[in-house]
Nanobody, 116 residues
Framework: QVQLVESGGGLVQAGGSLRLSCAAS????????MGWYRQAPGKQRELVAR???????NYVDSVKGRFTISRDNAKNTVYLQMNTLKPEDTAVYYC??????????WGQGTQVTVSS
């Protein structure tokens, strides 16, 4: 099992920044990819950014150039630096970890609200 604990959400004005953190514990040795998803009210959960154990990153087009995902393998922690936030970034952000390439784990979610 893998446990994920997120932190760093909150309320920010448009144009501002937030940094999300997600610490993994438990059976972390076989974690491959980690990432962040988000779900806005009335919308499906979408992938925001993902990073592999080797450092390869992927981003949804809407956040490219504004968000940066990084990973500290020694601390089993993944970060999402969010800059130039927009009201449409408002959502619950969920940390995700993939173990043994197929088993997915989710954090409890952290609310990000961007006011206009």
């Amino acid at each position: 099992q893998v446990q994920l604990v997120e932190s760093g959400g909150g309320l920010v004005q448009a144009g501002g920044s937030l940094r999300l953190s997600c610490a993994a514990s438990g059976s972390t040795s076989s974690i491959t990819a980690m990432g962040w998803y988000r779900q806005a009210p009335g919308k499906q959960r979408e992938l925001v950014a993902r990073i592999s154990s080797g450092g390869t990153t992927n981003y949804v087009d809407s956040v490219k150039g504004r968000f940066t995902i990084s990973r500290d393998n020694a601390k089993n922690t993944v970060y999402l630096q969010m800059n130039t936030l927009k009201p449409e970034d408002t959502a619950v952000y969920y940390c995700n970890a993939v173990r043994a390439a197929i088993i997915q784990y989710w954090g409890q979610g952290t609310q990000v609200t961007v006011s206009s």
